[in-house]
């Protein structure tokens, strides 16, 4: 019976390209999304190493302790496909037990990004100070936000999961939440690499010519 649920379930939401309405809406959604974080990474390269004061990345970026919260995500992205598999199962404790280890995993992540954002406040960085500060906060910071709401999003799974309203017929609800969790984790991925592995040991204009411009020399007079 519950395999003829879900068969009946994905015939009544299936489009032409064979992928239901939902999971083509949030397919298409991610793609926006694609676009939006693209424009704010786009962005933070092209001012890369141009801010004329400090803190520079050099100065503040602590990337052992981002590596451990960039772990921690990575772990929550298993916690989802455990949640997944666990519906297709229809494991109903495994299902509310790795909705919750997902959502606890991401928890821990933004609280090393507060963490973060704490001390690069106290050390004079705000998103005012300098182009560093307002491209690396406006990135991270809607970064962050994606994950809050994702945290929201899976604690409300984990409730419909109490109720015994996830089973095989109803894993694509589970799927959708995977796809959208998947997606931040591969941008912080993205993140991660440009903005700490690469672009953490900035420390000022990238061309030294910049420093010997009049204009700017005035500037920092």
Not at 130 to 146: D, E
Not at 194 to 215: C, E, H, M, T
Request: proline share 3%; with cysteine.
């Amino acid at each position: 019976m519950a395999h003829a649920g879900s068969a009946q379930h994905a015939e009544e939401h299936a489009t032409n390209t064979g992928i239901s309405n939902r999971k083509l809406l949030m397919w298409l959604f991610l793609a926006s999304d694609c676009l939006f974080f693209g424009t704010l990474i786009a962005t933070y390269m092209v001012y890369r190493g141009q801010s004329l004061v400090g803190p520079y990345p050099v100065d503040i970026i602590n990337i052992p302790i981002t590596t451990i919260s960039t772990f921690v995500l990575l772990c929550s992205s298993f916690a989802m496909v455990q949640a997944l598999a666990a519906t297709n199962r229809n494991d109903q404790k495994g299902i509310m037990r790795w909705l919750l280890a997902t959502a606890f995993l991401g928890a821990i992540f933004i609280g090393f990004q507060v963490v973060e954002f704490n001390q690069f406040r106290m050390e004079g960085l705000l998103i005012s100070t300098n182009l560093f500060g307002s491209t690396f906060f406006t990135l991270t910071g809607f970064h962050g936000a994606h994950v809050t709401l994702g945290i929201v999003w899976l604690l409300a799974m984990a409730y419909i999961a109490r109720k015994g309203r996830l089973n095989p017929a109803t894993a694509e609800d589970v799927e959708i939440v995977g796809l959208y969790w998947h997606f931040v984790d591969i941008v912080w991925i993205v993140i991660f690499t440009l903005l700490y592995l690469i672009g953490g040991f900035d420390s000022g204009p990238a061309a030294a010519g910049v420093l010997g411009d009049p204009s700017v020399a005035a500037l920092l007079a």
